[in-house]
């Protein structure tokens, strides 16, 4: 009952977050009567980005720490799925469990040597993890190499995946318990020592903390967090390739992040929105202005990301938060 009461308390302190739930959560009965299913295709897509950029976000937003590779654990979570259905294995709790192991073990891995360096070298050595981990699935031909593998949505005792809706309260609903446990763990005396090592670390260290330890553990939760998004992704795709997890991708996620703003709970699930309708409506409007131009959005969208960073800093959610105060100066001016 304390703990219910201890959710409830954290879900108020980020309203943005418990009204993106909720949207989501009542999203499939507007696209019923509209007659729109399709749109319920597009919140999934959203959602699992929005999902692994939580993931990021911990130790991005929240740690400071820029890794440049955590597309690898998505893709590993995907993988998960596809090699335990090529073995026989074929049900969904199994391939989840397996996945947050195989990537939390990654993330040890990685994280034990990424973690006693800073800056560029850290960088460095996630980009090269998730890029020798793509170059190795790329050269296993016996799970389909460059062109991936198809796989089945998993079977999760009564909950039959080939019904989306299924699938999308699935996805729902692990967005919902992930950021429960994103808000438990920011808000905790863990949470607040993994910000103040992002702010000073040698004062965390002299107080006598151990900041590799909790950087470690962020790290870890991260991956698993990621993992856990590319099972879904691949019960959502029905397909694997090695290409989820190339840098590129972790590209897109931490653009996701800083699109939405660094420390907030809900800007990776703003990010995963904004950067869908750009995707979506940027190569539109280019087609309107210069048709043979239309594959090369990014050059406008380049320019836009650096806008947000130079101009909104917190990204969407830290410009609105903004807004907000100034509204509320100029009201109790009046």
């Given at each position: 009952?304390?703990?219910?009461?201890?959710?409830?308390?954290?879900?108020?302190?980020?309203?943005?977050?418990?009204?993106?739930?909720?949207?989501?959560?009542?999203?499939?009965?507007?696209?019923?009567?509209?007659?729109?299913?399709?749109?319920?295709?597009v919140a999934m897509r959203i959602m699992l980005l929005g999902m692994a950029a939580m993931g990021?976000?911990?130790?991005?937003?929240?740690?400071?720490?820029?890794?440049?590779?955590?597309?690898?654990?998505?893709?590993?979570?995907?993988?998960?799925?596809?090699?335990?259905?090529?073995?026989?294995?074929?049900?969904?709790?199994?391939?989840?469990?397996?996945?947050?192991?195989?990537?939390?073990?990654?993330?040890?891995?990685?994280?034990f040597l990424a973690l006693r360096t800073k800056g560029i070298y850290f960088i460095m050595i996630?980009?090269?993890?998730?890029?020798?981990?793509?170059?190795?699935?790329?050269?296993?031909?016996?799970?389909?190499?460059?062109?991936?593998?198809?796989?089945?949505?998993?079977?999760?005792?009564?909950?039959?995946?080939?019904?989306?809706?299924?699938?999308?309260?699935?996805?729902?609903?692990?967005?919902?318990?992930?950021?429960?446990?994103?808000?438990?763990?920011?808000?905790?005396?863990?949470?607040?020592?993994?910000?103040?090592?992002?702010?000073?670390?040698?004062?965390?260290e002299a107080m006598g903390l151990a900041p590799l330890r909790y950087k470690m553990t962020a790290?870890?939760?991260?991956?698993?967090?990621?993992?856990?998004?590319?099972?879904?992704?691949?019960?959502?795709?029905?397909?694997?390739?090695?290409?989820?997890?190339?840098?590129?991708?972790?590209?897109?996620?931490?653009?996701?992040?800083?699109?939405?703003?660094?420390?907030?709970?809900?800007?990776?699930?703003?990010?995963?929105?904004?950067?869908?309708?750009?995707?979506?409506?940027?190569?539109?409007?280019?087609?309107?202005?210069?048709?043979?131009?239309?594959?090369?959005?990014?050059?406008?969208?380049?320019?836009?990301?650096?806008?947000?960073?130079?101009?909104?800093?917190?990204?969407?959610?830290?410009?609105?938060?903004?807004?907000?105060?100034?509204?509320?100066?100029?009201?109790?001016?009046?």
């Amino acid at each position: 009952m304390q703990t219910l009461k201890t959710i409830t308390a954290l879900m108020t302190r980020s309203p943005s977050l418990l009204i993106l739930l909720a949207l989501f959560g009542l999203f499939p009965i507007y696209t019923s009567l509209a007659d729109l299913p399709f749109w319920n295709d597009v919140a999934m897509r959203i959602m699992l980005l929005g999902m692994a950029a939580m993931g990021l976000n911990l130790v991005l937003g929240f740690g400071g720490m820029v890794s440049f590779g955590h597309a690898a654990f998505i893709g590993i979570g995907a993988y998960c799925v596809g090699i335990s259905q090529f073995c026989g294995l074929d049900n969904g709790w199994l391939h989840i469990l397996i996945a947050v192991f195989v990537c939390a073990g990654l993330g040890v891995l990685i994280g034990f040597l990424a973690l006693r360096t800073k800056g560029i070298y850290f960088i460095m050595i996630t980009l090269a993890f998730a890029q020798m981990l793509y170059f190795f699935f790329v050269s296993l031909e016996l799970f389909g190499g460059d062109d991936g593998m198809g796989v089945e949505r998993a079977e999760f005792f009564i909950i039959d995946l080939w019904e989306p809706l299924r699938l999308y309260y699935l996805i729902w609903s692990c967005l919902l318990i992930i950021s429960i446990v994103l808000m438990l763990v920011i808000n905790s005396r863990f949470g607040v020592v993994l910000q103040g090592i992002k702010d000073n670390e040698s004062r965390i260290e002299a107080m006598g903390l151990a900041p590799l330890r909790y950087k470690m553990t962020a790290y870890i939760i991260s991956a698993a967090i990621c993992g856990l998004a590319g099972v879904l992704f691949a019960s959502w795709q029905e397909y694997v390739s090695p290409d989820i997890m190339h840098w590129s991708r972790s590209g897109e996620l931490m653009i996701v992040v800083v699109l939405g703003g660094l420390t907030y709970l809900s800007g990776p699930l703003i990010g995963a929105i904004v950067f869908f309708l750009l995707e979506e409506f940027l190569p539109e409007l280019l087609h309107i202005i210069a048709p043979d131009y239309t594959e090369n959005w990014m050059i406008i969208f380049g320019p836009l990301l650096v806008a947000v960073v130079l101009f909104t800093k917190g990204g969407v959610m830290g410009a609105f938060n903004k807004l907000r105060i100034m509204a509320l100066y100029r009201g109790d001016a009046k």
